[in-house]
């Protein structure tokens, strides 16, 4: 048999999905289509429909503890910790976060994010050089977690759910200092820019980081 593996499929732009489409109906010979997909809600309903979908859940996160001990024996069980809160529970993304050196790219963007709050750095200059080398889609993902946290704590108050540590005490000042209104506009903004980047749209990134961090300075104050 031929084997032909996409991952994640839902990375293909609409004209590659739509030249997909004739493959899976009728696929050449003797020949298998495996689609990999983390977001399935994103493909084509047609694309959907042609397959046989078979779900592969997230292992528990104490299987997922005990696997990442052995993956990665060099990091401390609450760096391991760390690093599957922010693969949002997958122990294998979690291990390509720790290849590409996330827990380094997270510091720099927290530190930055601390001191543009505290007017010691300027978006522009965040956007330009000290943000340069980190994925935006890793950028987007870690603030539109931020923007969550932020409601959920205004709509709680549970200190509980302030997200990983390096970042509790100001998304707990942000949510004092907030209208929610203004927080519920920038999550919207985050998650349809994030889309934008997912679809590889041709974005001014410098242009696009500023707009975020502008926004994010925003927050402050209730007026």
Known sequence: RKVVLIEPVEAMNINAANALLKSLEEPSGDTVLL???HQSSRLLPTIRSRC???ACPLPSEDMSLQWLAQALPECSAEERGELLTL???SPLAA???QAQGVREQRALVVDGVKKLLKQELSATQLAESAWKDIPLLLLFDWFCDWSSLILRY???QDEQGLGLADMRKVVQYLAQKSAQDKVLNIQDWILAQRQ???GKANLNRVLL???LLVQWVGLLGRR
């Open 35 to 37: 689609l990999v997909s």
């Open 52 to 54: 046989v979908q078979q």
């Open 87 to 89: 693969a949002a529970g």
């Open 95 to 97: 291990v390509k976060l």
């Open 154 to 156: 205004q709509l709680t």
């Open 196 to 198: 934008k980047v997912l």
């Open 209 to 211: 980081l500023e707009a």
